[in-house]
């Protein structure tokens, strides 16, 4: 029997250009731009992100490609504008990983992972600059808008801790954190104001990126570990309300409060 065949990166830009042809393409893709794929590009580093928390490295290779494939959409509509190619892509990408790692592709040598990282930043601020960006002095200059906003609160953090900015240990950033909720709880006494609690609940969860950075711990990954825990469980009480011969739903708060005590009581056991 023969091998089957095995597709190239270059197979990959010939099925994407296929898929825009105006005249034999995919409808679908063809009326998509940049902004209706951009949420499909983030959705993918998601899921990217969930193969390698479970570790289903299959399905990691899967989501891989899809990932690519959001890159190889874009760069296929920036052809067909005349911005760019898949190939600047690529070009782009390599010229600042060799420009970004001269103590690899150079002779550069740092003494310290601190002075690499201090290069590191020299180094962006530098292309800043190069791409006639005004100049900005602060230490949080170059932090992009368009990051995930707990990822953005986390380089805050990051950039103002490397100024000496930052608590030393978690102790005093857990008592911030009871001042906030306590503010929180405060602001529902009072009325609860919407743009108030919006204000406070704020203050709570960029405090809680703080905390998640002392620990060493990725805030999005301790999110989705609790999404997942929280999925689970709840299918677990649904599953145990339908043994009981009563639909979850038509159970009271009371009684699936005791469902869910059961349903962390299964998950203890070995």
């Known amino acids: 029997m023969s091998e089957p065949v095995r597709h190239s990166l270059d197979d990959l830009l010939a099925i994407m250009a296929r898929l825009r042809d105006p005249e034999r393409g995919c409808p679908w893709d063809v009326q998509q ?47 067909e504008q005349g911005l760019f190619d898949f190939a600047d892509v690529a070009h782009a990408i390599s010229t600042k990983m060799l420009r970004r790692h001269p103590h690899v592709f150079g002779d550069v040598r740092y003494a310290d992972l601190a002075a690499q990282m201090q290069a590191w930043e020299e180094i962006k601020t530098a292309e800043r600059a190069d791409k006639g960006e005004p100049a900005d002095a602060s230490a949080l200059a170059g932090i992009s808008a368009g990051l995930p906003e707990w990822k953005r609160a986390q380089k805050l ?76 469980r709840f299918r677990q009480m649904e599953q145990l309300a339908a043994a009981d011969g009563t639909a979850f739903g038509e159970r009271t708060l009371g009684e699936q409060e005791q469902l869910w005590q059961r349903a962390k009581r299964t998950e203890r056991k070995p």
């Open 157 to 232: 953090q990051q950039r103002a801790a490397a100024s000496g900015f930052a608590w030393p240990d978690p102790a005093p950033v857990l008592a911030k954190l009871a001042e906030e909720v306590d503010e929180v709880r405060a602001e529902f006494a009072n009325g609860a104001d919407p743009a108030r609690l919006q204000d406070e609940i704020g203050d709570v969860l960029f405090v809680m990126v703080n905390l998640a950075r002392h620990a060493g711990v990725d805030f999005s990954q301790a999110l989705r570990h609790a999404n997942a825990k929280f999925e689970r």
């Open 33 to 79: 731009d940049f902004a209706s794929i951009a949420a499909y590009t983030i959705e993918e580093a998601y899921e990217v992100a969930d193969a390698i928390d479970r570790r289903d490295w299959s399905d990691l290779r899967d989501e891989l490609g899809d990932l690519l494939l959001q890159v190889v959409f874009h760069a296929q509509m920036a052809t």
